[in-house]
């Protein structure tokens, strides 16, 4: 499966979590739905995933996406009004720490879901 159809299965499963739960939850709740989708859709999924930030060979830090997707895919989930700069660049530091390509920064957040394409 390549990059492009694993990320389509990831916002197909979005929007229906989004249709089914609403507005309103905290983002946990939409990151264990959204993990129940995707595990359903037979796509390997991580939750909660380690991201160690190294510096001249040494950890100087780590961060933790929602989800991991297809050994492949970050997916940051929020629940605000409005997704900001800053939701963006820590979805680009976490691909940078990962040494990914394709990060998905999904807004559950009222009045209706977003998707963002972040790409290092």
Same mark, same amino acid.
């Given at each position: ?11 197909? $499963?979005?929007?229906?979590? $989004? ?21 359903? @859709? ?26 991991? *997707?297809?050994?492949? *895919?970050?997916?940051? @989930? ?25 990060? @998905?920064?999904?807004?559950?957040? $009222? ?10």
């Amino acid at each position: 499966m390549n990059i492009n159809e694993i990320t389509q299965k990831i916002i197909g $499963a979005a929007y229906t979590v $989004a249709n089914a739960l609403g507005s309103g939850f905290l983002e946990k709740v939409y990151e264990n739905a959204l993990f129940f989708e995707l595990k359903n @859709l037979g796509l390997e999924v991580e939750q909660q995933y380690p991201l160690p930030v190294m510096y001249k060979g040494f950890c100087v830090g780590d961060y933790v996406a929602d989800l991991y *997707v297809e050994s492949s *895919v970050i997916v940051e @989930l929020k629940s605000t009004k409005a997704t900001e700069n800053i939701h963006r660049a820590q979805v680009l530091n976490y691909l940078r720490a990962s040494n990914k390509k394709i990060g @998905l920064l999904i807004n559950f957040g $009222a009045p209706k879901i977003t998707v963002e394409r972040i790409v290092n």
